[in-house]
């Protein structure tokens, strides 16, 4: 692409996705034919970095993988998830768009090579000195953003009874802050008790000098997802009296589930002030959803403009149990196109692609956003409860959704400018 084919607008994100390339970490060497593939010196580092953390006692996972007396019994089903990909859970498309994203856990081609190698070669144990020390984790009920400065919790304990219709409702808490603060970190939590019965909780914060009842969204909790850890120098503000709004969503199942969400803050210290205020919005929004049984590929498309120059630091899929996959792709206002992520889906991991700085989309004002879903109402979908039923827009999981949650801070024209000459600059000394 050249700039006489976009412009220079088209040019900064076409950048952006060549950069993403060029700055992928150097994947690991093949394994040798020669070199024997053992679990303590091959598998168990993989293990640790990408799987362990929820594969363990007392986490989310159905087993632990911790030790190879662990691991040995499960080495066909880990070469099978790992080979499709499906394991560990990260689902956006190397071979489309930006690449570059921040705790990125997914396997390289030479790691899958390596399990699939070894489980081959019959699971072999290896020498016992080569394995590597054992990690340390936190407690499965610490909070994934680090100990909060702050805790709001909803204003009293829910019950969830044990049969009971789907709840929706906002709840409502004083922050109890008593000065404007910061926020460069925020996660929205369950209590352990109540998991179950979340579907999910999106918190939001009230602005006390206002009259018109708005309120600026913190953070959302679904499955499978952690808090928000904001870029640098970026941060969301919660002013002296605030309320906090909690959006829940209950589901029964079975037994009588009492939960206490709370949202835990981090801040920025007394008197910093982020230089950017972080946007996290619904992007392409379609309610007009028209999904027959049995359909294993239907598309819809959503829109969104962007009012103001953007520099995009995340993107994250929204869809129900049909769905399948989703694109983000920018229209730029010359008419030209990028397709900037894509994304399958897993209605159990509800993942924040969080783009590294200095390869994230760079958008012109009037860019508009379009977003592409595509939803499985097929028996191969293994979240269908039933493919012989339509489906359509709606708030249970068993209804269907299409947006994309977009975090971006807005760029003055200058500011704008700045970063595109950055990143010229950066792919200049790259050749």
């Known amino acids: 692409m050249s700039l006489t084919q976009h412009g220079r607008a088209g040019f900064a994100v076409a950048l952006v996705a060549a950069?993403?390339?060029?700055?992928?970490?150097?994947?690991?060497?093949?394994?040798?034919?020669?070199?024997?593939?053992?679990?303590?010196?091959?598998?168990?580092?993989?293990?640790?970095?990408?799987?362990?953390?929820?594969?363990?006692?007392?986490?989310?996972?159905?087993?632990?993988?911790?030790?190879?007396?662990?691991?040995?019994?499960?080495?066909?089903?880990?070469?099978?998830?790992?080979?499709?990909?499906?394991?560990?859970?990260?689902?956006?498309?190397?071979?489309?768009?930006?690449?570059?994203?921040?705790?990125?856990?997914?396997?390289?081609?030479?790691?899958?090579?390596?399990?699939?190698?070894?489980?081959?070669a019959g699971a072999p144990r290896g020498n016992p000195e080569d394995l590597p020390a054992p990690r340390e984790f936190r407690d499965i009920a610490e909070w994934k953003i680090g100990e909060p400065d702050w805790i709001v919790e909803i204003p009293e304990p829910f019950v969830v009874a044990p049969e009971a219709p789907n709840w929706w409702g906002d709840l409502y808490s004083d922050s109890g802050l008593t000065e404007d603060r910061w926020v460069r970190a925020v996660e929205t939590k369950p209590s352990i008790e109540g998991f179950p019965v979340v579907h999910h909780a999106v918190t939001s914060n009230s602005d006390p000098e206002s009259d018109d009842d708005d309120y600026a969204f913190l953070n959302e909790y679904a499955l499978g997802k952690n808090g928000d850890i904001f870029p640098d120098g970026t941060g969301r503000l919660i002013k002296a009296g605030a309320q906090i709004k909690f959006?829940?969503?209950?589901?029964?199942?079975?037994?009588?589930?009492?939960?206490?969400?709370?949202?835990?803050?981090?801040?920025?210290?007394?008197?910093?002030?982020?230089?950017?205020?972080?946007?996290?919005?619904?992007?392409?929004?379609?309610?007009?959803?028209?999904?027959?049984?049995?359909?294993?590929?239907?598309?819809?498309?959503?829109?969104?403009?962007?009012?103001?120059?953007?520099?995009?630091?995340?993107?994250?899929?929204?869809?129900?149990?049909?769905g399948k996959r989703q694109c983000l792709e920018a229209i730029y206002p010359d008419n030209s196109k990028e397709i900037l992520s894509c994304a399958d889906w897993d209605f159990g991991w509800h993942i924040v692609y969080n783009y590294e700085d200095h390869v994230a989309p760079l958008l012109p004002k009037g860019t508009i956003l379009h977003v592409t879903s595509w939803h499985d109402n097929s028996e191969a979908n293994r979240w269908n409860d039933d493919p012989t039923n339509w489906a359509g827009f709606g708030q249970r999981s068993s209804d269907e959704m299409s947006f994309a949650w977009v975090s971006w801070y807005e760029l003055d024209d200058e500011a704008f400018e700045k970063e595109v000459e950055a990143r010229e600059t950066l792919a200049d000394n790259d050749e």
């Open 247 to 322: 959006n829940m969503h209950y589901a029964a199942i079975g037994v009588e589930t009492t939960d206490r969400t709370r949202v835990g803050l981090q801040f920025y210290p007394k008197g910093v002030v982020p230089e950017r205020k972080l946007i996290s919005a619904h992007v392409g929004d379609d309610e007009d959803l028209d999904i027959p049984a049995g359909a294993s590929n239907v598309r819809h498309d959503g829109y969104y403009r962007l009012n103001e120059n953007a520099h995009i630091t995340a993107f994250q899929a929204h869809l129900h149990n049909l």
């Open 19 to 120: 950069l993403g390339f060029l700055a992928a970490p150097a994947a690991a060497q093949a394994p040798d034919e020669a070199h024997e593939l053992t679990f303590t010196r091959d598998v168990a580092p993989i293990l640790q970095r990408s799987c362990q953390e929820c594969h363990r006692t007392g986490s989310i996972a159905p087993m632990s993988l911790l030790t190879y007396e662990e691991t040995r019994p499960w080495a066909r089903s880990i070469r099978e998830k790992v080979v499709a990909r499906t394991m560990p859970p990260w689902y956006v498309d190397k071979n489309i768009g930006v690449q570059g994203f921040k705790y990125d856990y997914s396997l390289s081609d030479e790691e899958i090579e390596t399990i699939a190698g070894w489980v081959d």
